[in-house]
């Protein structure tokens, strides 16, 4: 691989933003994944390579740390913080269409529940995995749902909820979509959920961690 | 966070101890108990009826209560501002400062209720009475729907904390439940070996990390 992807992707994997940023101390004084992404395009390497072979390599390889219990939510962030460093100068090439993101994913906290560090955590994976988010924020009606489905034809839904009350309240909801957009991939998560209730409520897919999803979501592109 | 002591990366150290110190003006904290003399423990459904409120607390939460000649009812909430802090953080983009206000709110929920439960100790300890373990609806196998039971006992808005249909606290940033009193009741120093949930993460990690009053 180009030498310059994969320093910016040891970048992203251990969150190192920029050259500012102090951290790791090991790369104090370094350049980040601001600056190498940067250099990156100017050597003429596309975006959809600086995404494709540094970025989502690097989100898939501290997803699964996280899920192995080796790293924990805030050296999750601190790499999601680098990635969206990079982003920015990516932005404009999906903008222009230049360059493509692999889908869409509408994710949303369901009716009657507030939680939304989780989602947040899943969201900010999967657009690590390339993916375009539409965050529907926390306490999604159906009906919210079903628009977002709606302006968004074939992308995939995620639904979170964190107490065993507002799960019913999952299961509604997926019984709906269902019923409107009977092929619709959806994906369920969150503390209280487990395989056995997805199944239950015929929702596709349930992780317990951000990667899981990933890896799902790979094997529908 | 899951951190074993000194393994946690430099930046959230920092970050950590800054937030702490931004949050200790924190001054929405609030806790408070009630006391209710009138309490039937019923073997044959494992239930606990409370001024003929009939709690379905189920078995594990039950046998701690069984013993008790009165209980208190609680809800300790750390305030809004730490939760609407942690958003308003996150949705501008510094996801670790805003998680870090949320996991302080958590902690902030969980020592408010600490403390309450150690008043509530001195209060009855001068009767020759001693208190168990609290236990919230949602845990031990106890239904959280039962949080409405709950709050039928507390006047509107106490504590500042309302209740949603979907029996969600708001602030989220809140804890409730039951605390057994008695002359023969028991605090169990490791709560976790009450419960069989083998996916919660406060599992053996509690015993550990919130170590139970010296003089239990
Ligand atoms: C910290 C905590 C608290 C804190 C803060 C609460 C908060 N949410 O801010 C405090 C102490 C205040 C608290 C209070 C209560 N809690 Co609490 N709490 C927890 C705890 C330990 C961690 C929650 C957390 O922040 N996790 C970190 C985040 C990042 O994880 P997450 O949201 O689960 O998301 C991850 C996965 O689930 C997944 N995921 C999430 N969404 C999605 C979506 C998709 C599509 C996918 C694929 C994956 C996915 O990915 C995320 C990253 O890994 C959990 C136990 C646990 N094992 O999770 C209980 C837990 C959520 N609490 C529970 C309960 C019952 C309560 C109370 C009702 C107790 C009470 N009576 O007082 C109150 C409710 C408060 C309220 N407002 O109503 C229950 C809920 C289940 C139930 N029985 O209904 C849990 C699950 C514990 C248990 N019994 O097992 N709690």
Redesign the interface.
């Known amino acids: 691989m180009d030498q310059l992807l994969e320093k910016l992707l040891t970048c992203v994997e251990f969150g190192k933003v920029d050259i500012k940023s102090p951290y790791p101390p090991a790369m104090k004084d370094q350049e980040g994944a601001f600056e190498l992404t940067r250099h990156a395009l100017d050597d003429g390497i596309s975006p959809g390579e600086i995404l494709e072979e540094a970025l989502i390599p690097a989100m898939s390889r501290v997803g699964q740390k996280f899920s192995r219990n080796e790293i924990f939510v805030p050296q999750m962030l601190m790499a999601a913080k680098a990635m969206n460093s990079s982003m920015i100068h990516l932005r404009p090439y999906y903008l222009t269409g230049e360059t493509k993101r692999r889908g869409t994913f509408i994710i949303g906290t369901v009716t009657g529940d507030l939680h939304d560090i989780g989602k947040n955590l899943v969201a900010m994976m999967i657009e690590g995995g390339g993916w375009e988010i539409i965050d529907l924020g926390v306490d999604v009606s159906t009906e919210k749902f079903i628009e977002a489905a709606e302006k968004h034809p074939g992308a995939v839904i995620g639904l979170s909820a964190l107490l065993t009350t507002t799960m019913e309240n999952m299961r509604k909801s997926v019984a709906e979509l269902r019923q409107r957009f009977p092929g619709q991939k959806i994906l369920v998560g969150g503390a209280p959920v487990t395989a056995d209730f997805c199944r239950k409520i015929g929702a596709d897919f349930y992780s317990p961690d951000p990667q899981g999803a990933v890896e799902y979501l790979k094997t529908l592109t | 966070?899951?951190?074993s002591p000194g393994t946690?990366?430099?930046?959230?150290t920092d970050l950590i101890a800054e937030v702490s110190a931004e949050l200790l003006h924190l001054r929405e904290v609030r806790a408070e108990y009630i006391i209710f003399e009138r309490l039937t423990c019923n073997p044959g459904n494992k239930s606990i009826d409370i001024d003929g409120v009939v709690f379905d607390v189920k078995p594990i939460v039950f046998s701690q209560i069984k013993k008790s000649e009165r209980a208190a009812l609680f809800i300790c909430t750390a305030g809004p501002e730490v939760g609407e802090k942690?958003?308003r953080t996150?949705k501008e983009?510094d996801?670790?400062r805003g998680?870090?206000y949320?996991v302080i709110g958590s902690e902030a929920a969980e020592n408010a209720a600490d403390r309450m439960q150690e008043e509530l100790r001195l209060a009855v300890a001068g009767e020759g009475l001693k208190i168990t373990n609290r236990f919230s609806p949602?845990y031990c196998g106890w239904?959280?729907?039962e949080q409405h039971k709950l709050f039928s006992f507390f006047p509107d808005n106490f504590c500042g904390i309302t209740l949603?249909?979907?029996?969600?606290m708001?602030p989220?940033k809140s804890v409730s439940g039951i605390i057994g009193i008695g002359r023969d009741v028991e605090y169990a120093p490791s709560q976790c070996n009450l419960c069989d949930d083998k996916?919660c993460i406060y599992r053996g990690r509690k015993a550990e990390s919130r170590k139970p009053p010296i003089y239990w």
């Open positions: 966070m899951g951190y946690a990366p430099e930046p959230l942690s958003r996150m983009g996801l670790l998680y870090v949320d949602g239904d959280v729907a949603t249909e979907s029996a969600l708001n989220v996916n």
